[in-house]
């Protein structure tokens, strides 16, 4: 009995010491264990603030939808994107209330592909957040099992707003660029256009005139066909110069009076050549002395060197001008 006694303390003993060490082997796991959920949990923490940092930063938010509950879940920065007090119900209905109306239909759409369809997004759409218009960029991807099923949708909204103002910004400035440099070619052509006028109504068509008169003098002095050719040469170039004045008469009454349509009137009558332009554009002063441009006095001019008159009348509307010319015919 004595024997059987002292057996079963020892063995007693034996398990006593090893469930005391089992027990310290179990807390130093414990121990261990939960030194390692502390720090994945700093360090998820960390992560996480990194995460909301880099939203702020950003201006963008993340969003996960789970396709066997339908469960869509928010990121801080995705409140902060709509203006919601972070942890408010997150749902598809939420966010389209936000969509301007002329991007709803859009939206269903891309909801309809990464949701129902499970293919990515890579689309912008315009939402109504405080009041102003603003422009996410939206990128999505699926997450799949190992049997390639399709069981979370992860994506983004980036706010693009600022990014598409310099844009266009940027493409006003150079819209304005190149505006600039045209109206500068512009200037350039018809400032030569004016150039060449002037040189016609000044010299050229003088020129020729008095050619022609001097050399109507000379027809019985040279052989007729040499008389014809030369003075059909003469005809041609006088009434070049004609076309390229009456081009720039109509130039001017465009650009000028910024006229719609414009009346030409040349008639013969009592003696006279009547010349009378009429438009429909804004109307000037009926006084010369008034006007700051060279072009109508220098009609003046001309036509008083003819022994013409010149008038111009203007209506009280300030609608329309209408320019007459009186030249006589002088009789040979």
Not at 12 to 37: D, P, Y
Request: charged share 25%.
């Amino acid at each position: 009995l004595l024997a059987w006694t002292a057996a079963e303390f020892v063995e007693r003993h034996r398990a006593v010491q090893a469930l005391e060490q089992l027990s310290a082997g179990l807390e130093q796991q414990v121990q261990e264990r939960t030194a390692q959920l502390n720090q994945s949990t700093e360090s998820l923490q960390k992560h996480l603030a990194q995460l909301q940092q880099a939203e702020e930063v950003a201006q963008m938010g993340s969003w996960e939808y789970d396709i066997a509950s339908g469960e869509l879940v928010w990121s801080t920065g995705m409140y902060r994107l709509l203006g919601l007090p972070a942890g408010s119900p997150a749902s598809s209905e939420t966010y389209l209330s936000y969509v301007i109306d002329a991007d709803k239909p859009l939206a269903k759409r891309l909801m309809k592909q990464a949701w129902e369809q499970y293919e990515p997004l890579n689309d912008t759409l315009r939402l109504q957040v405080d009041g102003q218009v603003h422009t996410f960029h939206i990128r999505s991807v699926v997450l799949r099992n190992d049997l390639g099923e399709p069981v979370k949708v992860l994506g983004l909204d980036l706010d693009v707003s600022e990014v598409k103002r310099l844009e266009g910004e940027n493409l006003q400035m150079r819209l304005n660029q190149q505006k600039t440099l045209l109206l500068g070619i512009l200037d350039a052509q018809e400032e030569e256009r004016r150039r060449i006028a002037e040189s016609l109504h000044n010299g050229v068509g003088q020129l020729l005139f008095a050619a022609k008169l001097n050399f109507d003098r000379m027809a019985t002095l040279v052989p007729k066909e040499v008389f014809q050719g030369a003075n059909q040469l003469l005809d041609e170039a006088i009434q070049e110069t004609r076309r390229v004045s009456h081009e720039e008469l109509l130039t001017n009454v465009t650009k000028h009076a910024e006229a719609t349509s414009a009346d030409i009137l040349l008639i013969q009558e009592d003696g006279e050549i009547i010349l009378k332009v009429r438009d429909n554009g804004k109307g000037i002063s009926s006084k010369l002395d008034k006007l700051t441009g060279i072009g109508l006095r220098t009609i003046q001019d001309r036509v008083q060197l003819l022994n013409g008159t010149f008038s111009l009348h203007a209506p009280d509307t300030g609608i329309g001008t209408q320019v007459t010319v009186q030249i006589p015919i002088l009789a040979r």
